[in-house]
């Protein structure tokens, strides 16, 4: 036994507990799914009660503005009051519903990106991030004359330094 373990061999001790760690990561990764599926259900949830708060929100201002005029006696006023319901109706309409749209767009973007794309592809494995670099690739001779690449940064005092990206 102590010979196979110095030869790096498994042994049925290695094989019970590396069957016991396979089902504890399996349990977690079991966990964890559960939980990703009740998280981006109830956040597609709150995308659907955004769009019903929109739908609500415009038939408020709608008949708020212009179905007022549409409900007014006379030929004249209610011609006042649909032009006059029309701007508010419409100002009101891009200024709040648009504003909202765009934020509810750009929100369930970044989510998407952060949140999904990440869950699902992303494995940390403990291994630091290192930077892709040309330099790394290039065969050694090729690489002793390679010239550290400058960038130039704009002053707003009028002067312009040369600075190394490293």
């Known amino acids: 036994m102590l010979l196979a373990a110095a030869r790096d061999e498994p042994t049925d001790a290695d094989h019970d507990e590396g069957f016991t760690v396979l ?10 799914f559960v939980l990703g599926t009740i998280s981006n259900t109830a956040s597609y949830l709150r995308l659907w009660a955004l769009s019903l708060a929109h739908s609500q929100l ?13 409900s007014t006696d006379g030929m004249f006023v209610s011609v006042i009051m ?12 891009v200024g709040v519903m ?9 929100l369930h973007t970044l989510r998407l990106h952060w949140v999904e794309f990440q869950s699902k592809f992303y494995k940390g494995g403990g291994q630091q991030f290192v930077p892709f670099s040309l330099l790394d690739h290039l065969p050694e001779k090729s690489r002793e004359g390679a010239e550290v690449p400058q960038a130039r940064y704009y002053h707003p005092g009028g002067r312009d330094d040369d600075v190394e990206l490293r």
Do not use: N
């Not at 089902?23 to 964890?32: A, P, S």
């Not at 415009?58 to 549409?70: E, H, N, P, R, Y």
């Not at 649909?82 to 100002?91: I, R």
């Open 23 to 32: 089902m504890i990561h399996q349990l977690i990764e079991t966990i964890e």
């Open 58 to 70: 415009a038939s408020v201002f709608f008949s708020f503005t212009i179905k007022a005029g549409l």
């Open 82 to 93: 649909l032009w006059v319901g029309f701007m508010v109706f419409a100002s009101v309409t």
């Open 98 to 106: 648009m504003c909202m749209d765009v934020m509810e767009c750009f």
